[in-house]
């Protein structure tokens, strides 16, 4: 099995790189239906719809007003998640999502980070990028 370092992650809001990118997590989950009724034993899972979500951590960037600047709390916005970089053949996680949360962490001797949370809105299609 390959492994891949994450230092050739990307992150894009409709066509924008996000800058400072440190981190980016998704998650898919469909909705779990149980049959299971008094006196039965076991359960009988069956699994529903899908959802996904996730969330982008950034070292914080006032100049970047069309990547971090552009998500803002409610708003929807495309999201293009690429875990090996934008090449030809990598894989690539894209759908529309609602931002959920923009927090800003300032710590004494550190960084200013940002992070921001997203639900999915719709399908999340995941591909080998196109040619």
């Known amino acids: 099995m390959a492994k891949v370092l994450g230092n050739s992650g990307i992150v894009k809001s409709d066509t924008?790189?996000?800058a400072e990118v440190t981190k980016f997590?998704?998650?898919i989950n469909p909705?779990?239906?149980?049959?299971a009724a008094i006196g039965d034993t076991w359960g009988v899972s069956t699994?529903?719809?899908?959802?996904?979500?996730?969330?982008l951590e950034c070292f914080y960037d006032s100049?970047?007003?069309?990547?971090?600047?552009?998500?803002?709390?409610?708003?929807?916005?495309?999201?293009?998640?690429?875990?090996?970089g934008a090449t030809v053949g990598?894989?690539?996680f894209v759908g529309n999502a609602v931002i959920n949360s923009v927090a800003v962490s300032n710590a004494k001797d550190a960084y200013i980070t940002t992070t921001i949370t997203f639900?999915?809105?719709g399908a999340l299609t995941y591909v080998a990028m196109p040619a």
């Open 16 to 18: 924008v790189t996000v």
């Open 25 to 27: 997590d998704i998650t």
């Open 31 to 35: 909705v779990i239906m149980t049959d």
């Open 47 to 55: 699994a529903g719809s899908k959802s996904w979500s996730g969330s």
């Open 63 to 84: 100049t970047d007003t069309t990547g971090q600047g552009a998500m803002d709390t409610g708003d929807t916005v495309a999201l293009l998640l690429y875990p090996e």
């Open 90 to 92: 990598n894989q690539e």
């Open 119 to 121: 639900t999915g809105d």
